[in-house]
């Protein structure tokens, strides 16, 4: 009997052991080093912090200077990962080319733009494309400076804008789709590649109009009023289904991480990227920062893209 519970005891602590075992951290370790846009920073951060939790001796440092900021960085070397609210640029394409930079494009979600103005505003019902053509075209700087000249019948009252800084992804997607030209924009408003900043703007000035990525607008709902944007089919409000749907015109867009190729090499940036992209983390998690998880087939492409170590981009123009 002394046997038995001897062997019996010598079991549980085997058990116990191999049970332990199969919780234990990864071996994985490393640092990997990521930059650029405030609207994915959302996606990347949240992605960090779950994979950390898997693996913690891999430090992931994620950054936000803007799109443009990011590439930068990205391509001269800097930085592993780029995040980017719009595809990479052929000037950019030209500097990573420049520097021997490879890069692997993946595309991670989609986004919806967000206007918005301060919730005591209670004249702005909606607005039209060419209602924000005429508040942010550059002919409009020092001259539309009133939300009477925006609108016949809204008040005499001064006009303030809060808006993206030229660095960021959005600003250019922005002016893309409303003045017909990215980076073409009237330079006197509240300028910021941090979307925190512009949410406090708004929040705390009357007589303000803002935009930046829903995620941020969801995150701040009490502060702030949502603009429904009428495209010429009626005002639509950013939402899953508008998104999804592509009933919200012309804020719709895809998401990006740009991946230096020589990078992906490291185990612990293939292991974070493949976290990245793996369908239940993806779908879980854009969903809960506020943006809308690309379809499985979609993500499934991304992560071949990147297992075969697809270089250059689909997107640049």
């Known amino acids: 009997m002394k046997r038995w519970h001897c062997m019996l005891i010598v079991l549980s602590i085997l058990l116990l052991a191999s049970c332990k075992g199969a919780h234990t951290p ?32 891999v430090r992931i440092t994620v ?28 000037p950019e394409v030209e500097a990573c080319h420049k520097n021997g930079i490879e890069f692997i ?27 924000l053509k005429r508040m942010w075209e550059p002919q409009a700087q020092q001259k539309v400076t009133r939300w009477s000249q925006v609108r016949q019948g809204w008040p005499d009252k001064e006009l303030h804008l809060y808006g993206p800084g030229v660095d960021s992804g959005t600003y250019d997607f922005f002016t893309e789709v409303i003045v ?11 300028a910021s590649e941090d979307d925190n900043v512009l949410v406090q703007g708004v929040a705390s000035d009357p007589l303000a109009l803002g935009y930046f990525g829903l995620a941020y607008y969801e995150e701040n709902a009490d502060k702030l009023k ?29 998401l990006f991480i740009y991946v230096k190729k ?19 983390n993806a779908q879980k ?23 075969s170590r697809t270089v250059g981009s ?4």
């Open 63 to 90: 950054g936000i200077s803007g799109t443009g900021g990011g590439f930068r960085k990205f391509c001269s070397g800097e930085i592993d990962i780029v995040d980017a609210s719009r595809p990479i640029k052929p």
């Open 314 to 317: 689909e997107y640049a123009h």
């Open 262 to 280: 020589s990078s992906a090499e490291r185990p612990e940036v293939q292991a974070f990227v493949e976290f990245y992209l793996n369908p239940q």
């Open 105 to 131: 494009e993946l595309k991670v979600a989609f986004d919806g733009l967000a206007v918005v103005v301060n919730p005591q505003n209670d004249w702005v019902d909606y607005l039209t494309v060419e209602e």
């Open 285 to 307: 998690l854009v969903k809960e920062v506020g943006y809308i998880p690309l379809p499985e087939e979609e993500l499934r492409k991304s992560l071949e893209r990147f297992r």
């Open 180 to 190: 017909g030209k990215s980076g073409s924009s009237r330079g006197d408003f509240q």
């Open 26 to 57: 990864s071996g994985i370790s490393g640092t990997i080093t990521v930059d650029g846009s405030s609207t994915v920073y959302l996606i990347t951060e949240a992605m960090a912090e779950e994979f950390q939790k898997l693996n913690p001796n």
């Open 226 to 254: 949502l603009v429904p944007i009428d495209a010429g089919e009626g005002p639509v409000l950013p939402s899953y289904e508008t998104i999804i749907k592509g009933i919200y015109k012309p804020f719709s867009r895809p």
